[in-house]
């Protein structure tokens, strides 16, 4: 299964962006899938994950404004960010953990 992320883009602190990562093939059987981001200079980190039944795991420095999300119907994974802050600012890349990664959409967030 490939992944294409998008939704990226240049935002104002405090404003939101929501992202999305569609699937080339169906994501119904496919359990856990995530969010991760890389900062300028930094390691990539996961984001947030969601499993096959919508049980959802953050990063403390997202929670209470990302939500992650799943549309298997659409074959898409969303993430929305809200408050977002200019630590956000990172590429974000959507992933099936061990199997597949997208190639990342620039999110900058500007102060």
């Known amino acids: 299964v490939q992944l294409q992320a998008s939704g990226g883009g240049l935002v104002q602190a405090g404003g939101s962006l929501r992202l999305s990562c569609a699937a080339s093939g169906s994501i119904f059987s496919i359990g856990v899938m995530g969010w991760y981001r890389q900062a300028p200079g930094k390691q990539r980190e996961p984001v947030a994950i969601i499993n096959a039944v919508g049980i959802t795991n953050y990063a403390d420095s997202v929670k209470g404004r990302f939500t992650i999300s799943r549309d298997n119907a659409k074959n898409t994974v969303y993430l929305q960010m809200d408050s977002l802050k200019p630590d956000d600012t990172a590429v974000y890349y959507c992933?099936?953990?061990?199997?597949?990664w997208g190639q990342g959409t620039l999110v900058t967030v500007s102060s």
């Open positions: 992933a099936i953990p061990g199997r597949s």
